[in-house]
């Protein structure tokens, strides 16, 4: 199993410009979700998906969109890049039941100019 | 809201000394507690978790109680070693079992030096 996979590693925008933050899994798992990581402010829970067909807001979701056409991938999309949004992302998942996110994804910096 | 406070960094040690990184939380209910780690340039690696009041969770030499009556969920190692150095994150979720949404602490970094 590859485990959660990120895409790109590495990304440098412009404000104003839109993009798209890929994330897949292979272990089936029905929850997946997006933080984001900032210096001194730990991870904060963007969005979230109890499967496919269906997410949910966290904590931070203003400026992002996500969808879960299927099981496997959970892309976050930034429709209009803000200095705001420069990060590092994470994308995680669990299996079954009410349960943590176990694994993360390596992570995408992000810089928005 | 919930909410989880850790102690600032960084922790700097020398190898074979002893670690507590404080944690301590607010929840309105009956929260799961964990700890995670993050290895500089990794993503976050779940270290430990304890789901229930007076539960212990431990894994590689760390331990974590849950202690309801102090709202906290200190972790500790008896002797750390350099591949140790990390940052720690203590975080908490929303009833026994926990769910898959998170509140995490900022994070403690931690630097063992031989």
């Known amino acids: 199993n590859a485990g959660v996979t990120q895409t790109p590693k590495f990304q440098v925008l412009k404000t104003g410009q839109s993009m798209t933050l890929q994330c897949a899994q292979d272990?089936?798992?029905?929850?997946m979700s997006w933080y984001r990581q900032d210096p001194g402010m730990g991870l904060r829970l963007i969005h979230y998906s109890v499967g496919a067909g269906i997410t949910d807001q966290g904590e931070v979701p203003n400026g992002y969109n996500v969808s879960r056409s299927t099981t496997e991938d959970f892309p976050l999309r930034l429709l209009s890049a803000a200095p705001s949004q420069t990060s590092v992302y994470f994308c995680a998942s669990s299996s079954g039941g009410s349960k943590p996110p176990q694994y993360f994804g390596p992570g995408t910096r992000l810089t928005v100019l | 809201g919930d909410s989880v406070t850790q102690m600032e960094g960084p922790v700097t040690l020398s190898e074979e000394a002893f670690l507590t990184i404080n944690c301590t939380y607010t929840a309105t209910g009956y929260p799961s507690l964990f700890w995670y780690v993050q290895y500089p340039g990794e993503g976050l690696q779940l270290l430990l978790k304890a789901t229930k009041a007076d539960d212990k969770g431990s894994n590689k030499g760390f331990e974590a109680t849950y202690r309801k009556e102090t709202t906290s969920f200190h972790l500790e190692k008896g002797s750390v070693q350099v591949s140790d150095s990390a940052v720690y994150f203590c975080a908490l979720s929303e009833g026994q079992g926990g769910s898959e949404k998170l509140v995490f602490g900022k994070g403690t970094k931690l630097t063992v030096n031989p």
């Open positions: 272990m089936n798992h029905e929850y």
